[in-house]
């Protein structure tokens, strides 16, 4: 690898010092403070980060040729950013120094033991030169340059899917979106005659590419085993609107996988998002989710009527609970609106929902 060597922290675990904290004094001049009759490390200058993506990122800094021979290793300090809203007696994450022989730069550093997904990090760097006692001199620190890791890419998202199309279960028909909300959300939108979009929340997963970014409205689409209709309880609130599935999901229709999670329970979530073919929505998800054909995955199907008389029949997985968010405004009178019999459940709710990261079922192996 000519122009770049690739640092993965996984086999520096085995090949290359993991330094922590508490461990010996290794990133001090040298034992005894000295730096031995050397002339000084140059401090790395102009630090530069840059192919950064969920569990990886590359970096670089200037270097004096005069000083190349004798740099024979990196240290690396990376850290999460202070979040000074953080609970102060929560366990914090121990600070990772790391040293890697000196390579090329820009150097990838890689390794889902220590990156997470959409999360701040603080990086600084030494150039190091190992002694013949095995002690290193090294520079001052570089300044400190502060990144952002990236979201879920395609490969991670293809992943999910994977994991949610196991447990997914058989199919049962249903026949309508539902959306729950209380009498004040209503009475707003009913003096416009139509639901407006706004932005998804941070529930599911942390490297979820739509948190935050796709506006959409939300509905269900489960219904119960027994009555193969909506259930009658719900989260959200006691006022439910209905509308027909083939209003939001038919061929004009392009359906995409956003996300797995649970909230440390034995069932799971799954998000899927309808894009009207050609509409925002649409062309945000063509570049960071997988696309779903309709008539044909393990999640919610639409297809044309065996009987042969042009009805389109609706099926939906039993063993997840589906969350569908669209795309597009909503006119209310494509449906109703009516009152729910049963109770409003908030300890069932999903906003902002943080997903169980010790979840075999619904976590993979790169971030959290």
């Known amino acids: 690898m000519a122009a770049c060597e690739i640092f993965n922290a996984s086999y520096a675990l085995e090949q290359i010092s993991y330094l922590c904290v508490e461990m010996r004094p290794v990133l001090c001049k040298s034992q005894d403070g000295n730096i031995s009759e050397m002339e000084e490390l140059p401090v790395p200058q102009n ?3 840059s192919n950064i993506t969920c569990d990886s990122f590359k970096i670089c800094w200037d270097m004096e040729a005069r000083s190349k021979e004798r740099i024979t290793h990196y240290f690396i300090d990376l850290n999460k950013k202070e979040n000074k809203n953080s609970n102060k007696f929560k366990h914090k994450d ?10 090329p730069l820009p150097m990838t550093v890689r390794g889902h033991w220590f990156l997470s997904p959409r999360t701040e990090y603080t990086v600084a760097v030494q150039n190091a030169s190992k002694q013949t006692d095995g002690d290193y001199a090294v520079s001052e620190w570089s300044e400190i340059i502060e990144f952002c890791t ?3 890419s395609t490969v991670h998202l293809n992943q999910l899917l994977e994991k949610a199309e196991v447990i997914a279960g058989r199919m049962l028909p249903f026949s309508v979106f539902y959306r729950n909300q209380n009498k004040e959300y209503f009475d707003h939108y009913a003096q416009e005659n139509r639901m407006l979009l706004s932005v998804k929340d941070n529930s599911g997963s942390h490297g979820s590419p739509i948190s935050g970014k796709l506006e959409g409205i939300f509905f269900s689409c489960n219904t119960e085993f027994n009555t193969g209709k909506p259930p009658q309880d719900s989260p959200y609130g006691r006022q439910r609107f209905e509308v027909r599935a083939d209003a939001l999901l038919n061929p004009d229709t392009n359906l995409y996988f956003g996300d797995l999670y649970c909230m440390y329970t034995a069932y799971h979530y799954v998000i899927l998002v309808l894009a009207p073919k050609g ?14 054909d309709i008539t044909n995955n393990r999640f919610m199907t639409c297809k044309q009527s065996e009987a042969g008389d042009g009805r389109l029949v609706f099926h939906h997985a039993q063993d997840v ?7 597009e405004p909503v006119d209310l009178s494509l449906g109703k609106v009516a009152e729910i019999s049963g109770h409003q459940l908030m300890s069932l709710s999903t906003v902002n929902a943080k997903k169980d990261p010790s979840c075999k079922t619904c976590n993979i192996s790169v971030g959290r």
């Open 321 to 327: 609970i589906l969350e569908v968010i669209f795309t």
């Open 150 to 152: 990236a979201d879920y």
């Open 94 to 103: 121990v600070p990772t120094k790391l040293v890697a022989k000196a390579v």
């Open 47 to 49: 630090i530069k980060i």
């Open 279 to 292: 509409s925002q929505g649409d062309d945000f998800c063509k570049e960071r989710l997988p696309a779903l």
